[in-house]
Nanobody
Framework: QVQLVESGGGLVQAGGSLRLSCAAS????????MGWYRQAPRKQRELVAA???????NIADSVKGRFTISRDNAKNMVYLQMNSLKPEDTAVYYC???????????????WGQGTQVTVSS
């Protein structure tokens, strides 16, 4: 089994900052891309940011310049630094990782349970 556990969500005023963390654990041979998605009420889940093991990133236009994604490959962790938060950033944020559990298995997507981020105006 593979578990992803997020932390760092909460309530913040517009213009404030939060840092989300996600730790992957369990039966892990290798981790490919890691990323953060979010889902606001009555909206579809959307990609916020993703990062490869080598550090290449893909950042959504809506958060570019405000959010930064990073990872620690040795610790199997991914982070999302969120600055200049806006009310429209309010959503449940989910950690995602593409994990290969052994050299004999194909990689699969795994998800965390989600952490609420609420930005008040």
């Amino acid at each position: 089994q593979v578990q992803l556990v997020e932390s760092g969500g909460g309530l913040v005023q517009a213009g404030g900052s939060l840092r989300l963390s996600c730790a992957a654990s369990g039966s892990i041979f290798s981790i490919n891309a890691m990323g953060w998605y979010r889902q606001a009420p009555r909206k579809q889940r959307e990609l916020v940011a993703a990062i490869t093991p080598g550090g290449s990133t893909n950042i959504a236009d809506s958060v570019k310049g405000r959010f930064t994604i990073s990872r620690d490959n040795a610790k199997n962790m991914v982070y999302l630094q969120m600055n200049s938060l806006k009310p429209e950033d309010t959503a449940v944020y989910y950690c995602n990782a593409v994990v290969q559990r052994s050299r004999y298995e194909r990689a699969n997507d795994y998800w965390g349970q989600g952490t609420q981020v609420t930005v008040s105006s």
